[in-house]
């Protein structure tokens, strides 16, 4: 087992608290700013290895937004698939099984086995389609 699973530092319970209380995807310096303004002393680099850990022990997805930057979320370990507010960060978790039989045929059809995928939809939620709306 490898360092970063086992231990379980109060920088890592800091960054997992916060990251478990955003809404939607958020970037590491964005958390940090968070923490920072709740008085903790972490420091960014620290924010950044604990994501990256929790996304690699699987407490956490993470994206890659338009502009480059690694988001991350809290989430659940099953396999899932996200829909997400481009607007507001708004993250569901969805289920798509139609998703998952695709995928098994797109791979058969093409002689690979074992397939996994990763899907994120984004859209605009209602509640910010109202708020456009309204403007």
Not at 17 to 45: D, K, P, W
Request: hydrophobic share 35%; charged share 20%.
């Amino acid at each position: 087992m490898t360092e970063s699973k086992r231990r379980n530092t109060w920088q890592k319970d800091a960054v997992r608290h916060a990251l478990g209380e955003a809404v939607g995807f958020v970037g590491a310096q964005q958390l940090h700013q968070v923490l920072r303004n709740h008085g903790s002393t972490i420091g960014l680099a620290t924010v950044y290895r604990a994501l990256a850990d929790l996304a690699a022990n699987g407490d956490a997805d993470s994206l890659q937004s338009q502009d480059g930057e690694v988001l991350y979320r809290a989430c659940t370990s099953a396999h899932h698939h996200h829909l997400i507010c481009r607007d507001c960060g708004l993250t569901l978790e969805i289920e798509a099984q139609k998703v998952e039989s695709w995928a098994d045929e797109v791979a058969s059809s093409h002689g690979f086995a074992n397939p996994s995928h990763t899907i994120d939809i984004f859209g605009t939620c209602s509640a910010c389609q109202s708020r456009n709306i309204a403007s």
